[in-house]
C-alpha cells in the first residue's frame, strides 16, 4: 500500500518529490489506488498559451482528447512547465503555462478520471452480474460438485 508522503521506490527513471494517492474502492471489494506525482524543477521555459478554443486535453495534432502530463513542475516565474503527449499521434510538447490555464487542465483530468472509475466499476458490476448469472446455471445444472472446491 502507498501513503502519501512515501518515498518513491529506487528503480523510478525519474526524480519525484511529493505524491498524493486517491484510493477507490469497487463493488467486488478490491481497491485501485491512483497515484498523482509531482515532479522536481527541471528546465525554465516562456510560457505558452493553450490553443486557442482547446483545452490542454486537446492534441493540436490530431484533435484526440487524451492529451495526458507526463512530466510538470512549478517555474521560477510561478507558470509551470508542462511536459505532454498525445497517445493516438505521439505528439509531444514541453511548454509553461499559467496558472488558470493548469487549473483547467487539471480540472479536465479530475472529469476524466471520474469518468474512467465510473466505467470501470460499471464494467466491474456487469462482470460479476454474468459471473453470477453463469455460476447459478451451472449449480442449477448440477455442473459443480464437491471436488470443485
Not at 512515501?6 to 489506488?33: H, R, Y
Not at 498559451?49 to 507526463?70: F, H, K, M, Q, W
Not at 513542475?73 to 496558472?99: F, I, K, M, V
Amino acid at each position: 500500500m502507498t501513503l502519501k508522503g512515501a518515498t518513491p521506490p529506487p528503480d523510478t527513471n525519474c526524480a519525484m518529490g511529493d505524491f498524493q494517492v486517491k484510493k477507490i474502492i469497487l463493488p467486488s471489494g478490491k481497491a485501485v489506488e491512483i497515484v498523482y506525482f509531482h515532479a522536481e524543477p527541471a528546465v525554465d521555459t516562456m510560457p505558452t498559451p493553450a490553443p486557442s478554443g482547446r483545452g490542454l486535453e486537446a492534441c493540436p495534432d490530431c484533435a484526440s482528447g487524451l492529451v495526458y502530463p507526463i512530466d510538470w513542475h512549478e517555474a521560477d516565474s510561478g507558470n509551470w512547465e508542462l511536459e505532454l503527449r498525445c497517445p493516438e499521434c505521439e505528439w509531444s510538447d514541453r511548454s509553461e503555462y499559467d496558472q488558470s490555464t493548469v487549473e483547467r487542465y487539471d480540472s479536465a483530468l479530475n472529469d476524466a478520471t471520474d469518468l474512467l472509475i465510473e466505467s470501470l466499476e460499471q464494467l466491474t458490476r456487469e462482470n460479476m452480474e454474468a459471473e453470477i448469472e453463469r455460476f447459478v446455471s451451472a449449480l442449477s445444472a448440477d455442473h459443480i460438485v464437491p471436488f470443485d472446491f
